[in-house]
């Protein structure tokens, strides 16, 4: 059964421009993503899979039945990923700026999931958002964006004056 499952992903991912639906193929790329943060901290809580299951359930339009099934390949091809070269590279070359950026900011939502930002998925994050050639700036505005905190405290970017009183 892994075999099978892992023959396909290995099959749509390596000749994508041979399937009629290439929309396949960009959300397993992503829920590998995706999946790559949930298990950064070495803990995917049901809270982070619940968080995941509705990500993608929403993004891509999918039924739950079609996504438990896209979550199992995107964990399967995960184990057996030696880096993140095969789903960034296809990203990539699909997606363009702010549809990169989105999926950076379903990566902090996914973070966030169960409550806490470990500094494993923050380093998983920032290296992704790297690979996927997400600037710098945006990756720290995505982040602030999605920080429990952020709602209480406002930050002037340039340092200048002190936080808003309410």
Request: proline residues 7%; hydrophobic residues 30%; charged residues 30%.
């Given at each position: 059964m892994l075999d099978a499952i892992h023959s396909f992903f290995q099959q749509v991912l390596s000749a994508?421009?041979?399937?009629?639906?290439?929309?396949?193929?960009?959300?397993?790329?992503s829920a590998a993503l995706l999946c790559e943060v949930m298990r950064a901290d070495y803990d995917s809580s049901e809270a982070e899979r619940a968080a995941l299951k509705q990500m993608l359930m929403t993004r891509y339009r999918l039924n739950e039945q079609d996504v438990s099934q896209l979550m199992a390949l995107a964990e399967a091809e995960v184990d057996d990923a030696v880096d993140h070269y095969q789903f960034v590279s296809l990203i990539k070359q699909h997606y363009d700026y702010d549809q990169r950026l989105e999926l950076v900011n379903l990566m902090w939502q996914l973070a966030w999931a169960d409550g806490s930002l470990d500094p494993l998925e923050e380093h998983r994050i920032r290296r992704l958002a790297d690979l996927l050639h997400v600037s710098h700036s945006d990756f720290i505005r995505s982040k602030l964006s999605h920080s429990p905190d952020e709602s209480a405290t406002h930050h002037n970017t340039h340092g200048k004056g002190a936080p808003r009183r309410p």
């Open positions: 994508p421009e041979q399937r009629d639906n290439q929309t396949l193929t960009l959300e397993l790329a």
